[in-house]
């Protein structure tokens, strides 16, 4: 099922914390929602699963509007609320007959559903349990069961790993890549590797505005089109000589010093200074160690576009 | 409807796993036994064989039990933040509201019918206006929901239990007793108002066995109008800005 977000606002007194956001998801994406804390990330989430209304701008999942039709939105929508918040006094098997109940899952499907879910989310163990008396990693478990329960098309995941370690992580991410083969799933989170990972696109939203939104990689070469190439030698005399040495190479902008006789060679941009810096400490008798080229790592990414 | 039932579930529930329910029939059980057979003005010292006395003790401990029962039902959700869980499931916020009065006011109805005994008692000592005594539960029970209503309402306004609580006693008392007092105090139509919008004169005149559609409408007007409030402050997230 299709998502599609259109123009939305929404302001907090003179604060705009969701500036004329528009988007579209197609069924089977998986789409991150990065950007720092307070970025306007959970109001729209907040909006999409129609928990608040927008000040303007209108949400259409497949057919309906958040505007006329929340009702029929409700059913088709998972929802893991950030800081995941459960009734702790009650039993995950408990709470899991209710949440599908109340999503309106017939009787007869909600003992299978359940079995479903504890075993997708690795509940077995712990099934029998007051929710209360769970790990935030089994929590957060119990949280996505919950979101997952009625068969959704569309999941929305409000920082699904925050506060697993790592092996839960992996294991939530796996299952997200699982679901996003049919269902349209949307996370955030401000963890940039995590989103690289599940995701197949990515949104970055600063100050309540999209700034980027593309596939991983898309975003890491559209941001800077100059070459990083770290250079590694062995020299004799000081480092400002061999800074100098680089800086002379026509395609060379800038050199940062590195410990260990490193060096980070910017070039200009459009322009390779590999087979430069080759051939300079062939000629001056230097000991080639390492030269590799740096990725754009997509925390630069995020950097440049939020700060 | 069904949806309601089902959050009226899960709060019964929780007030039995709490052991909050047990605790409430108890005390409610304790009191009103010890005032109606066995201390003051009890059923022996009045010789009538009649649930007055009864009808009365539970008239001020659930004025005070109510709100105690009712402050966690929309605070807590909110301090919680499950509140954000149940208004994105396919439930509509009346469901929600309804289903936690629901709740309150089969705790109540348990209470009550727990004192049946009393009443089966009485009618072996002596003749008993059974008009009265089932007026006496109806209007009881009426009440009840009133003030369920009104705790429903304190609960919605904020995320503080406590405060949750006071409110629910501050508005109740206008009607348990400063309404009355009040409309003793002026003459003509302004008394007249204040007096009808006392609890203590319709609870009266329903427990003497007198169905009287002011005193329905009176109740079910407080009740609606409770419900329909905390609908009101549920759903105002939505417009929130």
């Not at chain 1, 302001?11 to 500036?19: F, T």
């Not at chain 1, 269902?183 to 989103?195: D, F, Q, R």
């Not at chain 2, 010292?45 to 001020?60: E, T």
Request: proline share 2%; glycine share 8%.
């Amino acid at each position: 099922m299709s998502v599609q977000v259109e123009n939305l606002l929404k302001c907090y007194q003179e604060q705009r914390a969701v500036n004329d956001v528009s988007f579209s998801i197609e069924t089977g994406e998986v789409v991150g929602f990065l950007g720092p804390n307070g970025a306007g990330k959970s109001t729209t989430m907040k909006i999409i699963t129609c928990y608040m209304s927008p000040t303007s701008g209108d949400v259409r999942i497949g057919q309906h509007s958040i505007l006329d039709a929340a009702a029929e939105i409700k059913k088709k929508v998972g929802y893991l609320p950030e800081s995941n918040p459960l009734y702790t006094d009650m039993a995950v098997m408990d709470f899991l007959y209710f949440s599908a109940e109340i999503q309106g899952v017939g009787s007869s499907r909600i003992p299978g559903r359940i079995r479903e879910m504890v075993d997708v989310c690795g509940l077995g163990s712990e099934k029998h349990k007051k929710i209360g008396e769970l790990s935030k990693g089994y929590k957060q478990r119990v949280g996505l069961a919950q979101a997952m329960i009625h068969d959704p098309e569309v999941l929305i995941l409000d920082e699904p790993t925050s506060g697993l370690d790592p092996n839960q992580i992996v294991e939530i991410r796996k299952l997200i890549k699982e679901l996003g083969k049919e269902k349209t799933v949307i996370l955030s989170s401000h963890i940039l590797s995590e989103v690289e990972l599940t995701c197949d696109r990515i949104i970055i939203i600063n100050r309540g505005r999209i700034v980027a939104d593309g596939k991983g990689e898309e975003l890491r070469k559209g941001l800077d089109k100059r070459e990083v190439v770290e250079i590694r030698i062995e020299f004799e005399g000081g480092t400002e000589e061999v800074k100098k040495a680089l800086l002379g190479i026509a395609s060379v902008e800038q050199v940062d010093e590195e410990d260990g006789g490193a060096f980070q060679v910017r070039s200009k941009p459009g322009l390779s200074s590999r087979k430069e810096l080759f051939e300079l400490c062939v000629k001056k008798g230097w000991n080639l160690l390492g030269l590799s080229k740096q990725e754009t790592r997509l925390e630069d990414v995020f950097k440049e576009l939020t700060q | 409807m069904r949806s309601a039932l089902i959050i009226a579930k899960r709060e019964l529930k929780s007030y039995f796993d709490s052991l909050m329910a047990y605790l409430l029939v108890i005390v409610f059980l304790g009191l009103s036994g010890f005032f109606t057979w066995l201390f003051g003005s009890n059923i022996f010292f009045l010789g009538q064989a009649s649930l007055q006395v009864f009808f009365n003790v539970s008239y001020w401990s659930f004025f005070f039990f109510i709100p105690a029962i009712t402050m966690r039902l929309l605070a807590e959700e909110k301090r919680t933040g499950t509140i954000e869980l149940l208004c994105t499931k396919a439930i509509s916020d009346t469901d929600i509201v309804v289903g936690k009065f629901l709740a309150c006011l089969f705790l109540i109805f348990l209470s009550l019918f727990c004192t049946l005994p009393y009443y089966i008692t009485i009618s072996y000592l002596g003749e008993v206006d059974h008009g009265a005594v089932w007026g006496g539960y109806v209007g009881i029970y009426l009440f009840s929901a009133s003030y369920i209503s009104v705790g429903v309402f304190a609960s919605s306004t904020t995320n503080n239990q406590i405060i949750a609580f006071l409110l629910a006693l501050f508005i109740a008392i206008f009607f348990q007793l400063l309404f009355s007092v009040v409309g003793q105090n002026f003459q003509g139509l302004g008394g007249r108002i204040f007096d009808y919008l006392s609890m203590g004169t319709h609870f009266q005149s329903i427990s003497r066995g007198v169905f009287d559609s002011r005193d329905l409408v009176y109740f079910f007007s407080i009740i609606v109008a409770g419900l329909y409030l905390s609908r009101f402050t549920l759903s105002r997230r939505i417009w929130r800005s």
